[in-house]
């Protein structure tokens, strides 16, 4: 399936400090209007699909990628920000920038191999504890890239795209970081991965994605 995706990038006067969470929580206090932006309900109550607004912190740099709806919204908004606040600290706006493209999201007939740029959250408190009783890296693996394959079909349903075929998945060099989520610690996985599947890079897999986890690129694309 065609899909819309939308890459807003701001350059501010000094290297953002502080997670993408507090960059999510600005918007979400600026534009609470907008649902897509902060992914809640009336009375708090979430709204369980894929996140059509994701946002990211990379070496120190601040994006936002909008999908389908959500990158209409940021075409909305983007006249309206000339700061960030990032928990405590603000930040000028020095350049804003927007790419809107057309992208596939589909299953491939070739192999893709993806590289992870922030930690990938896989398992949730069943599965982790399922993870760590696993005693070879082989066992953990074959797990994972069972995850890795729900969390693509999870993401396929929401967009409401039905997978035709079987979804193959290889893991490569993964390792675990440590990391947090909302101050809780938490299991994280970079490295890379191979699968049948065409995913546009900056898209986020897995848990919280809204939040920069899970961020990946093609292996081998200009970008």
């Excluded at 960059?23 to 709204?47: S, V």
């Excluded at 700061?83 to 600290?89: A, E, Q, T, W």
């Excluded at 349903?157 to 390792?175: C, D």
């Amino acid at each position: 399936m065609k899909v819309k995706t939308l890459i807003f990038r701001f350059t501010c006067d000094e290297s953002i400090k502080g997670s993408a969470d507090k960059l999510r929580g600005f918007f979400a206090d600026k534009f609470g209007e907008y649902t897509l932006i902060h992914q809640h309900l009336n009375d708090n109550e979430l709204l369980y699909k894929a996140p059509l607004i994701q946002y990211k912190i990379l070496d120190g740099k601040p994006f936002i990628l909008g999908i389908n709806e959500g990158a209409d919204i940021l075409q909305q908004i983007h006249e309206d920000i000339n700061h960030l606040k990032i928990g405590n600290v603000k930040y000028q706006i020095k350049e804003k920038n927007i790419v809107l493209k057309t992208d596939y999201f589909r299953l491939a007939g070739n192999s893709n191999t993806y590289s992870l740029l922030t930690p990938w959250l896989a398992l949730n408190e069943k599965n982790y504890e399922q993870y760590q009783k696993l005693g070879t890296w082989a066992k953990k693996k074959e797990l994972l890239e069972k995850i890795l394959i729900g969390n693509i079909i999870s993401m396929s349903k929401s967009l409401g795209y039905t997978v035709p075929e079987p979804i193959e998945v290889t893991i490569g060099n993964l390792k675990e970081v440590q990391t947090k989520l909302k101050g809780i610690p938490m299991l994280g996985f970079l490295g890379t991965f191979s699968v049948n599947f065409q995913i546009p890079d900056y898209w986020g897999i897995g848990k919280s994605v809204s939040r920069g986890f899970g961020t990946i690129v093609k292996v081998g694309s200009n970008k």
